[in-house]
């Protein structure tokens, strides 16, 4: 299994306050991406990351922001939680077909669920 | 990237080959067929790919048409453990960072 780990793995807290997800991976994988998962919608890109320190949005970016300021880690923040935002994040990495990962399938972590009350 | 259509639901009778359709009418020439399946609330988990051969791994196989705008995933004999949601997904290119359209997928339950 790909070395992924999601922190925390459950959260609950009150609307307003910020949160923060981490995604932490072993395999040195350029690619890191954050994923919302809600009923009826699949899985729906939020941010991704081809870099240290390069991002860029996804399909649902609003009220999001992420950072990645190393390798492994890629930081997944709510500035001000609401109640909409109470979902399943899934972060995934994948390779850069040079080092790592040659045939471009994602690799993902085993998700984080956010309640927003 | 172009997008998908599956059928929301299948059942699949345990030991039988389960046979999964996607419908990607407009894809174009430099896109990839992928398929992925997410069993409970797991995170999704990478099957197979392919550009416009048929592609045969320990998993699966995916039969792609020779006009490219449909294909099917074959688990050849579905266990218990393959009920899961399978998402077809079709994206440029192998590699980099392109946004994947997962859409809702195809729900397979495998019946004892």
């Known amino acids: 299994d790909a070395g992924i780990t999601q922190s925390p793995r459950h959260k609950v807290t009150e609307t307003g306050t910020p949160v923060t997800l981490r995604c932490h991976q072993t395999?040195?994988?350029?690619?890191m991406y954050w994923y919302r998962q809600d009923p009826g919608h699949g899985l729906r890109l939020i941010h991704y990351?081809?870099?240290?320190?390069?991002?860029d949005k996804g399909e649902v970016s609003d009220g999001y922001s992420v950072s990645r300021s190393k390798t492994e880690d890629f930081l997944l923040t709510l500035e001000s939680a609401t109640s909409s935002q109470t979902s399943v994040y899934f972060c995934?990495?994948?390779?850069?077909?040079?080092?790592?990962?040659?045939?471009?399938?994602?690799?993902f972590g085993e998700g984080s669920r956010l309640t927003v009350l | 990237d172009a997008k998908t259509t599956q059928p929301p639901s299948m059942d699949c009778a345990e030991g039988r080959a389960a046979n999964l359709p996607c419908n990607h009418s407009?894809?174009?020439?430099?896109?990839?067929v992928y398929w992925y399946r997410q069993i409970h609330s797991q995170g999704p988990q990478y099957i197979i790919h392919?550009?416009?051969n048929n592609e045969t791994n320990e998993m699966a196989s995916l039969i792609i048409t020779e006009d490219r705008k449909s294909s099917t995933l074959i688990l050849p004999h579905a266990t218990l453990r393959d009920t899961a949601v399978y998402y077809c997904?079709?994206?440029?290119?192998?590699?980099?960072?392109?946004?994947?359209?997962f859409g809702t997928g195809t729900r397979l339950t495998v019946i004892p």
């Open positions: 995934a990495i994948s390779g850069s077909g040079l080092a790592g990962g040659t045939t471009g399938e994602l690799f």
């Open positions: 395999e040195n994988h350029r690619y």
């Open positions: 990351s081809y870099g240290v320190k390069d991002t």
């Open positions: 407009t894809i174009s020439g430099n896109e990839y």
């Open positions: 392919g550009l416009k």
């Open positions: 997904i079709v994206r440029v290119g192998q590699t980099g960072a392109n946004n994947l359209f």
